[in-house]
């Protein structure tokens, strides 16, 4: 497990905006249809806003009609972490990231069924893109 999830709240505050605090620090949601990666469909990363891990390739988002990011898998499950969220008198499953354990979004059953039948409903203000060509110069 990371160190990053024993920071100080004070390095999130100074870190992230405050919209973004709120969504990955404190559980938030961003407004449907109001996220600018909502209509990314470059090729590309998308990674964690608060320490850069990898998180969903464009490769698995796909248009759900939500309103919010939508992927059928992670680049990698172990990139990921589940929970049972009770919430707002709900029963849903929260997904985090792995290594600093900043909150994503919500995981559902109704995915394409030609895929994993899994929808990754994610937050925009909890990502990064970075675009393909960005990502091949990195590995050079």
């Not at 920071?7 to 949601?29: A, I």
Request: with cysteine.
């Amino acid at each position: 497990m990371s160190d990053m999830r024993n920071l100080p709240e004070s390095y999130w505050k100074e870190k992230l905006t405050p919209e973004q605090y709120k969504v990955v620090r404190q559980k938030g949601t961003e407004r449907a249809f109001s996220g600018a990666l909502y209509y990314n469909h470059d090729e590309g990363m998308y990674e964690c806003v608060a320490c850069g891990h990898a998180l969903f390739s464009s490769d698995a988002k796909f248009e759900s009609g939500t309103g919010w990011p939508s992927f059928d898998r992670p680049v990698d499950r172990e990139n990921v972490e589940l929970h049972e969220d009770k919430s707002f008198f709900m029963r849903r499953t929260e997904v985090t990231c792995k290594n600093c354990g900043a909150h994503l979004g919500h995981v559902f059953d109704d995915g394409p069924s030609e895929t994993t039948g899994e929808r990754y409903c994610i937050n925009s203000l909890s990502l990064n893109f970075k675009p393909k060509a960005q990502e091949e110069s990195k590995q050079k």
